[in-house]
């Protein structure tokens, strides 16, 4: 059977559906996974769009041509991390996606690929829609077609939540990781870091996802069951705890910013928030999101669509996105 999956991802919202099908996928397995991002080759070229972007918008262009990768590639790694499936992570620059998928199995020793369907171009130059029969074609390493055409409006709902927790969980595995660091170097984690952290999870996970499932995906199951209550209102109850507690985290970070507190106080209060963070996910992915599948309607998982598209995770226009997408690249870039 299966041991090592090639999974190569781009920016699309099948790709976000693909993602936690390979990672079920690998868990039944037992197997592990090395997610995949072919970045393409912008400097080939000086007249393409990359090159209208850095010159007339630099910051735009240091999201969406630089620092992409490594923003998708960590996302997708905490959606293993989550479900304790091993994993690593490897991009690479091409113009040719499927040659450099083929290239990157072998290298990491895959024996299996496992590919959407078919996907979007986006400004990132990957387009794993034309890229999948070419891959079926001319891999030695067996291909494994995950269809993700046009998913329902259950499916956008539950890929859009499960990647804004995949996005608090590639901060926290950030976080985590810079204390890991200056352990091994003696350098105290940098404090503007932790600080651009602690706005991130006050200004989006706390702000905008919990009541957005508070007031759209919970209340509607309320609605259609009594049998989710008791859940809810742990989970609830959970929302209220994690304001409170990401309030006392960012006083502490200001306090270390301050002097006036030690680096494993900090590490010890990130090392708490972030297990109560990763068990409240895990109840939600687990038992509210399988209830929601069988009680919610066609027309309910509409609304819920529609209200988490609103405001989405920092990859998408308007102003207030671009500023939590700036800052959630900046985070994922600039950790170890």
Known sequence: MYRHLLVPIDSSDLST?????????ALALGARITFFHACADHASSIMGDAEIVRMTAPEDYAYNFEGRARELLTKAESAARARGVPCASVSTTSDSPYTAIIAAARSAGCDLIFMASHGRRSTLGMM????????LMNSEVPVLVSATADPPAPAQAIAII?????????VLHAWLHLFKEAQGTNVLPDAGLMQAMIRYIQDFPVALHHPKEDDHLFRKLRERTAEANPELDELERQHIRDAQQVAELAA???????????VSELEQAVSRYAKFIWEHMGREEGVILPLAQNYLTEEDWIAINEA???????????????EFKRLFSRIVNLAP
């Open 128 to 135: 794993l829609g034309s890229q999948t029969l070419k891959v």
């Open 308 to 322: 988490f598209q609103k405001n989405r995770d920092p990859r998408f226009g308007g102003d207030t996105d671009a």
């Open 17 to 25: 559906v693909t993602i936690g099908r390979a990672v079920e996928f």
């Open 252 to 262: 502490l970070v200001e306090r270390y910013a301050a002097g006036e507190a030690i």
């Open 162 to 170: 499960r990647d804004e927790h995949r996005s608090l969980g590639a």
